[in-house]
């Protein structure tokens, strides 16, 4: 048998992290959630989940796999009631298996839980072994849980206070939502290093509300952006309405600046600005801060895209498509019997030799992680013909393992946290290499360096990580 191969695994690039979707008040709840984590599928493709409830009845649904694979029309069917959460997973912390696939669902003296959650808690395993030491009985490895069991410790203590305790003992970054038989509640970190949104949706007269990781899910669904779930917001929404809690002192934002980066949809509004803008003014930055004598600008897809539009129109470098998608590439594919070198980048690109042969090339990419993907890439341009190749990265170099939800790999797998750029430039095989400077990208979104988390670049953690953490450190 051939051996297997997955191209996300192949990628080389940052994998994504989780993404949510809540709905309250339509009747077709678990279908609308459906959609938004459709939309949000770029998230996480490892499990989908939804729970549905109709005021008493909770049911779920969940499995490893997309959004169309895990959900068919019958099972939606199923998932009656007018309030629903959504999970699509990307496994931050614990293994990627059919036990860690999320939302989560307990029960607990009556009242039923879930809980869908983007992002990675910092102290889980602190908290876990307290937990496990009073007796509390884990299913799963993953952060997540422990949200749970602080919840129905404190569960006596009604709703209100048994959210402060739990999210008052909880360090890192969580983008949250919990539901009951009855209420949907969203929570946000007082860092809000991950994005949620809050919208509206009409259902036939009736007024709804919809919760998501980013606004491209509300988009989908028909609904209407309201404003985002503040940083150590948490919002509890039911029959009675909507109320809004600060439960903790006001504190500085640190938004992940990686979102807009690489990991959100460009036709997201985060952290209130436009992904497509913030990522074509990085490119049009880096124009300016690292000029290059060449013939044309490239991406290659789909990185990169919007950083490269904005780069060639700042250096008035024709923007051209060196290299084609195919698009009808599974996440699978068999392996060739021998090896083909460089198999699993030209199963996906191929260059395109008449734009290429004897041309001075700038790549642009959005981030270089590992470097293995970006060898290959350069290779082929050069056995395509191109006469030099330059590459520019609408980022700094990323020195910094990631504590905060996304899968980076620990820094020693990081290239640039060991390498200069210069070494990093002739070990890809590039004429010259480039990153956009770290005030730069800062600019590009319209912020200050104060409201963003930049500590995969400067190493500074706005919450301090554990250092036994691991992905698996729960397994
Ligand atoms: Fe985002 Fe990097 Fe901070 Fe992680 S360390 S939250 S990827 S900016």
Not at 252 to 274: K, L, M, Q
Not at 392 to 401: D, I, K, N, Q
Request: aromatic share 8%.
């Amino acid at each position: 048998m051939q051996p297997i191969t997955s191209l996300d695994q192949q990628s080389g690039y940052p994998t994504h992290e989780c993404g949510v979707c809540g709905i309250f008040n339509h009747r077709d709840a678990s279908k609308l959630n459906y959609f938004g984590l459709y939309a949000l599928q770029h998230r996480g493709q490892e499990s989908a989940g939804i729970v549905a409830s109709d005021g008493s009845t909770v049911r779920i649904h969940k499995d490893m796999g997309l959004v169309p694979e895990v959900f068919s029309e019958e099972n939606l069917q199923n998932l009656q009631g007018h309030i629903s959460i959504g999970h699509v997973r990307y496994s931050t912390t614990g293994a990627s298996n059919i036990t860690n696939t999320q939302p989560l669902l307990v029960t607990h003296k009556g009242t039923t839980l879930a809980v869908a959650h983007n992002g990675n808690l910092v102290n889980s395993i602190e908290l876990r072994s307290m937990l496990e030491e009073r007796g509390s009985i884990f299913q799963t490895t993953m952060d997540s849980e422990v949200v749970l069991h602080l919840m129905a410790r404190s569960a006596c203590l009604g709703l209100e206070t048994a959210l402060q305790h739990t999210f008052s003992a909880l360090k890192g970054a969580y983008s949250l939502l919990l539901m009951t038989q009855d209420t949907l509640i969203a929570v946000r970190d007082p860092d809000g290093f991950r994005p949620l949104c809050l919208g509206k949706v009409h259902d036939n007269g009736n007024e709804g509300w919809v919760v998501a990781s980013e606004t491209c899910a509300l988009d989908l669904i028909g609904a209407e952006y309201i404003r985002d779930v503040e940083p150590g917001e948490v919002l509890i929404i039911n029959r009675d309405g909507m109320k809004s809690l600060f439960p903790w002192p006001k504190q500085n934002s640190h938004f992940c600046i990686f979102e807009h980066v690489y990991f959100a949809r460009p036709d997201s509004e985060i952290f209130g600005i436009n992904v497509y803008r913030a990522r074509k003014a990085m490119g049009r930055i880096l124009a300016r801060e690292a000029p290059v004598d060449a013939d044309l600008v490239m991406p290659f897809p789909d990185s990169g895209n919007y950083a490269a539009l904005g780069y060639a129109q700042e250096s008035g470098i024709p923007l051209e498509f060196g290299v084609i998608r195919n698009h009808y590439v599974g996440r699978t594919f068999i392996q060739p019997t021998q090896s083909m070198r460089d198999f699993n980048v030209k199963v996906k690109l191929n260059p395109v030799r008449s734009f290429l042969k004897d041309k001075r090339v700038i790549i642009v990419e959005d981030s270089i992680i590992r470097g293995t993907t970006g060898k290959s890439r350069v290779r082929s341009l050069r056995e395509a013909g191109a006469k030099e190749v330059h590459m520019v990265v609408s980022c700094p170099p990323t020195r910094h393992a990631c504590y905060y939800g996304v899968d980076f790999p620990s820094a020693d797998q990081l290239i640039a946290s060991k390498h200069s750029i210069e070494e990093t430039g002739r070990y890809l095989g590039l004429d010259s290499l480039h990153y956009l400077s770290l005030e730069g990208l800062v600019k590009a979104t319209g912020m200050t360096r104060d409201n963003f988390c930049l500590a995969c670049f400067d190493g500074i953690y706005p919450v301090a990580p554990d250092p036994n953490f691991s992905k698996n450190a729960l397994e």
